[in-house]
């Protein structure tokens, strides 16, 4: 479902002056983000391939006052996102947030690539890194001179880690950040990555073994457990006039776990 099958009366009802795009919206990051977006008044498109829980967590946030509209595109696909990013910019005359937050991950591609295999390495970094360029490059023109424009791609510490098909991905999107920090300050887009550590979402809590989580804490500088809030709150200052002199950074929200790589 792409914008213009929203009722007209929907995007006129829900629109603001300032437009942000969340890719990977459904749920957990990404819901998380295009929440705290429309709290701050934003018109908030949220961009995901399950069609059912993306108009959900669209719903949930008009539900609470804000401005969503629910999409759905695989970021892979270049010319989803294109006509997608074009539709967005129409709400309000342009795109002024873009957070690259949609990626596969979990312990199933958390392994050596050898051992993933091609097919599945494949889709990862069509998803992680293509999925990136395909959403940036679609949205560039849209957010090209746009007052505060910012980009923030989501990373992981496992890109500073090494040994993963996942982390490798998450490595290359670090790189993008610079990449596009580069070609795109010319047009006043910022461009900036967060790294999240272990953050205890109801998803970690429940799946991650509890000699893993305590692996990785004992790994942090600092004693304790890391919140999706953590990084929503990085998020909303890479995005604000208070990051306005920084671009091409990724900020690391690892507890200090990161911290030497």
């Known amino acids: 479902m792409t914008l213009r099958n929203r009722p007209l009366e929907t995007i006129e009802r829900t629109r603001t002056e300032t437009t942000a795009v969340v890719t990977g919206g459904a749920r957990g990051f990404g819901k998380a983000f295009g929440t705290a977006l429309a709290d701050e008044g934003?018109?908030?498109v949220l961009i995901d391939v399950d069609e059912s829980a993306v108009q959900k967590a669209a719903a949930d946030i008009r539900a609470s006052g804000g401005s969503a509209i629910g999409v759905v595109g695989d970021v892979a696909d270049e010319t989803a996102m294109a006509a997608i990013m074009a539709e967005a910019s129409?709400?309000?005359?342009?795109?002024?947030?873009?957070i690259n937050n949609a990626g596969l991950h979990s312990d199933e591609y958390s392994k050596p690539i050898g051992e993933l295999g091609l097919p599945k390495t494949r889709r990862l970094f069509e998803v992680n890194v293509v999925g990136v360029i395909a959403c940036t490059v679609a949205a560039h023109p849209h957010m090209a001179h746009r007052d505060g424009a910012s980009i923030v791609n989501i990373a992981s510490a496992a890109?500073?880690?090494?040994?993963?098909?996942?982390?490798t991905s998450k490595l290359a999107v670090a790189g993008l950040t610079i990449t596009f920090a580069r070609e795109l300050g010319a047009d006043g887009i910022r461009v900036n990555a967060i790294s999240p550590g272990m953050i205890f979402t109801d998803t970690i809590r429940a799946e991650l073994p509890d000699e893993v989580k305590a692996r990785v804490k004992a790994m942090q500088l600092i004693d304790i457990d890391g919140a999706e809030s953590d990084v929503v709150e990085a998020m909303l200052f890479l995005t604000s006039g208070r990051a306005r002199f920084i671009t091409g950074?990724?900020?690391?929200?690892?507890?200090?776990?990161?911290?030497?790589?």
Do not use: C, S, W
């Open 159 to 167: 890109a500073h880690l090494g040994g993963t098909a996942y982390g």
């Open 90 to 98: 129409a709400v309000n005359g342009g795109i002024d947030v873009l």
């Open 249 to 261: 950074e990724t900020l690391r929200v690892t507890g200090g776990m990161a911290a030497g790589t």
């Open 42 to 44: 934003a018109t908030v």
